[in-house]
T-cell receptor, first 118, second 114 residues
């Protein structure tokens, strides 16, 4: 069965330092991978996705994520954190279908709360 | 272009009461979804509608019903609310664009069942 794990409930980083939010997955075949961000009292917002191609994916707000097939990981990174990056981050995975992917198959991780201190 | 809208934003129910959560999208998306979000559990899919006129169960459908009223609207109904249904409910939609999948989420409905 497919699954996604975010091993850290919370990540604390000082402003200006690099940040990493970890995500590992278990799915057969080549998965589709996503990161979403949730600000307080808001819905999830799409950050970036990996479908195929370059293992380093660039997304919104200066975030990027690296797909590592051998480690089955898709960690979210940013070179220099901002206080405004403080939010809840969700990793999600979907198994691919040939030429088609159904969002009904997307599995979300439990979320990691990122806290950036000034 | 409002994206995905949800009403109400917040609701308190007593056990056994019923209510309907409304969701609408103005992006002409085919597929719509209802999720619930509980602490430490991420988002879990309740029901989804791949296209107008079709609905299917997700991971946690028990205690819920849905209606895809038209392409824009997808409602979630609790016939007899239970405290276990206290949660934050999110509606989402997406449009197929090749093999890309990006979901757009509404702002959520916070439901408290006493």
């Amino acid at each position: 069965a497919q699954s996604v794990a975010q091993p850290e409930d919370q990540v604390n980083v000082a402003e200006g330092n690099p940040l990493t939010v970890k995500c590992t997955y278990s799915v057969s075949g080549n998965p589709y991978l996503f990161w979403y961000v949730q600000y307080p009292n808001r819905g999830l917002q799409f950050l970036l996705k990996y479908i195929t191609g370059d293992n380093l994916v660039k997304g919104s707000y200066g975030f990027e994520a690296e797909f590592n097939k051998s480690q089955t990981s898709f960690h979210l990174k940013k070179p220099s954190a901002l206080v405004s990056d403080s939010a809840l981050y969700f990793c999600a995975v979907s198994p691919p279908f040939p030429g088609y992917s159904s969002a009904s198959k997307i599995i979300f991780g439990s979320g990691t709360r990122l806290s950036i201190r000034p | 272009n409002a994206g995905v809208t949800q009403t109400p934003k917040f609701q308190v129910l007593k056990t056994g009461q019923s209510m309907t959560l409304q969701c609408a999208q103005d992006m002409n998306h085919n597929s719509m979804y209802w999720y619930r979000q509980d602490p430490g559990m991420g988002l879990r899919l309740i029901y989804y509608s791949a296209s107008e006129g079709t609905t299917d169960k997700g991971e946690v459908p028990n205690g819920y019903n849905v209606s895809r009223l038209n392409k824009r609207e997808f409602s979630l109904r609790l016939e007899s609310a239970a405290p276990s249904q206290t949660s934050v409910y999110f509606c989402a939609s997406h449009s197929l664009a090749g093999i890309q999948e990006t979901q757009y989420f509404g702002p959520g409905t916070r439901l408290l069942v006493l």
